[in-house]
C-alpha cells in the first residue's frame, strides 16, 4: 500500500465550484504539505502544516484553504474554482525529528477547470 | 528573491554521462536535494548534500559547493528509464524547500 494517498486522481469541476482534495498518510509523519505544478513553474507552495494545530501559508494560498484533521489527514480546498487553478496537485509528508526533512510525495491530483 | 535556475532540457544517449547543473540565490541554506520524476508521477528523492563535496549512490551522483550556489546531479551508463525530469529544491533558513522548475532528460537509444 502507498504511504501517502491522494483522492481523487482526476477531477474536471467547473469554474465557481467548491471542490476539496484529500491527502492521507501511513508514514507517521508530523510535516505535510501541499503544492501545485504547473508546466515550466516547478512546485509551488500552497500550505504546510507542522502538526494539528499549527497550518501556515505558503508561496500561493490565495484562493486556497486546508484542514489538518488528524495528523495523517490533510485536505486542500478550492472555495471557488477558476481556470487558472488547473494543474497538477501534490501533497507531502515529512519527519520533523529527521536529519534532512526529505519530502515524500503522494501520487498527485490532476486537476481541471473550466 | 529566492532563485533556481536549472536547465530545461538536456538530451543524452544511452551508456553515456550526464551531468546536470543547478545554481541556486536563497535566503539562507539548510540543505540541497535531487529528485527525480517521471512524467505525470510524483516527485522521487534522490539525493540530498548539505556539505561542500561528492555524495555517490550507485550510478547517481551529487555534488555541492555552497561557496558557488551550485550543484550538479550527474547520471552515469544512461538507461532509457532514466528519461525524466530531475529537480533541485534548497531547503531554505526556514526550512522550507524552494524548487527549481526541474530539467528534462530525454535518453536517446
Known amino acids: 500500500d502507498a504511504d501517502v494517498t491522494q483522492t481523487p486522481r482526476n477531477r474536471i469541476t467547473k469554474t465557481g465550484k467548491r471542490i476539496m482534495l484529500e491527502c492521507s498518510q501511513t508514514k507517521g509523519h508530523d510535516r505535510m504539505y501541499w503544492y501545485r505544478q504547473d508546466p515550466g513553474l516547478g512546485l509551488r507552495l500552497i500550505y504546510y502544516s507542522f502538526d494539528v494545530k499549527d497550518i501556515n501559508k505558503g508561496e500561493i494560498s490565495d484562493g486556497y484553504s486546508v484542514s489538518r484533521q488528524a495528523q495523517a489527514k490533510f485536505s486542500l480546498s478550492l472555495e471557488s474554482a477558476i481556470p487558472n487553478q488547473t494543474a497538477l496537485y501534490f501533497c507531502?509528508?515529512?519527519?520533523?525529528?529527521?536529519?534532512?526533512?526529505?519530502?515524500?510525495f503522494g501520487p498527485g491530483t490532476r486537476l481541471t477547470v473550466t | 528573491g529566492q532563485n533556481i535556475d536549472q536547465p530545461t532540457e538536456m538530451t543524452a544517449t544511452e551508456g553515456a554521462i550526464v551531468q546536470i547543473n543547478c545554481t541556486y540565490q536563497?535566503?539562507?541554506?539548510?540543505?540541497l536535494f535531487w529528485y527525480q520524476q517521471h512524467a505525470g508521477e510524483a516527485p522521487t528523492f534522490l539525493s540530498y548534500?548539505?556539505l561542500d563535496g561528492l555524495e555517490e549512490k550507485g550510478r547517481f551522483s551529487s555534488f555541492l559547493s555552497r561557496s558557488k550556489g551550485y550543484s550538479y546531479l550527474l547520471l552515469k551508463e544512461l538507461q532509457m528509464k532514466d528519461s525524466a525530469s530531475y529537480l533541485c529544491?534548497?531547503?531554505?533558513?526556514?526550512?522550507?524547500?524552494?524548487w527549481g522548475a526541474g530539467t528534462k532528460l530525454i535518453i536517446k537509444p
Open positions: 507531502a509528508t515529512s519527519d520533523g525529528t529527521s536529519e534532512t526533512y526529505e519530502q515524500y
Open positions: 548534500n548539505v
Open positions: 529544491a534548497v531547503k531554505d533558513s526556514n526550512y522550507q524547500l524552494i
Open positions: 536563497t535566503s539562507g541554506f539548510n540543505g
